[in-house]
Antibody, heavy 117, light 106 residues
Framework: EVQLQQSGAELVKPGASVKLSCKTS????????MSWLKQMPGQNIEWIGN????????GYNQKFKGKATLTVDKSSSTAYMDLSSLTSEDSAVYFC??????????WGQGVMVTVSS | EIVLTQSPTTTAASPGEKVTITCLAS?????MYWYQQKSGASPKLLIY???SLASGVPDRFSGSGSGTSYSLTINTMEAEDAATYYC?????????FGAGTKLELK
């Protein structure tokens, strides 16, 4: 069974950074891309970028370049996303989701990031 | 980027009623994907490649369309179908989602 387990909720101060994790199981991590997506409360879903589990190759939404950095640890089948210089606009739920071609077939449970002093 | 416009924004249906949600793309796309999201949960894939049912999805759900106009249909509404539905495209980067259609049980 494919599973994507995300790390717990984060409360961070403005200007700080946070690193989110997405631990996978049930499939060959290095054969797929993993995407990260953002959903602000009651709002649309935005694609941040994706990373290939095999070689760490990345693609980013221009809107999130400089804000998000994606990495992987193949040894633990885990994907990571660093978010930097956090502001209130970064307060949202962040999902990891496995790419299958042009869509997202499995999703993590999501992690709430709250930016507040 | 391609903008996806969903309608209606909100709707309500009685059990057994037919529901149709539309998704209009600002440019032609080759395929559309549909997700269901219940409150507090992550999105769940319903339809891929415009009209193919994802594994485990009841066959009362169906998808159709081409070019710039796509739709998701629920043939007979059930209580468990109350949720928000999103369309998504990845014919060009970045992939984008519609703003969602909230479906309530009447």
């Amino acid at each position: 069974e494919v599973q994507l387990q995300q790390s717990g909720a984060e409360l961070v101060k403005p200007g700080a950074s946070v690193k989110l994790s997405c631990k996978t199981s049930g499939y060959t991590f290095s054969n797929y891309y993993m995407s990260w997506l953002k959903q602000m409360p009651g709002q649309n879903i935005e694609w941040i970028g994706n990373i290939y589990g095999g070689n760490g190759g990345t693609g980013y939404n221009q809107k999130f370049k400089g804000k998000a950095t994606l990495t992987v640890d193949k040894s633990s089948s885990t994907a990571y996303m660093d978010l930097s210089s956090l502001t209130s606009e970064d307060s949202a739920v962040y999902f990891c989701a496995r790419n299958y071609g042009s869509y997202f077939d499995y999703w993590g449970q999501g992690v709430m990031v709250t930016v507040s002093s | 980027e391609i903008v996806l416009t969903q309608s209606p924004t909100t709707t309500a249906a009685s059990p057994g009623e037919k529901v149709t949600i539309t998704c209009l793309a600002s440019s032609s796309v080759s395929n559309m994907y549909w997700y269901q999201q219940k409150s507090g949960a992550s999105p769940k894939l319903l339809i891929y490649s415009t009209s193919s049912l994802a594994s485990g999805v009841p066959d009362r759900f169906s998808g159709s369309g081409s070019g710039t106009s796509y739709s998701l249909t629920i043939n007979t509404m059930e209580a468990e179908d109350a949720a928000t539905y999103y369309c998504q495209q990845w014919s060009s980067n970045p992939p984008t989602f519609g703003a969602g259609t909230k479906l309530e049980l009447k």
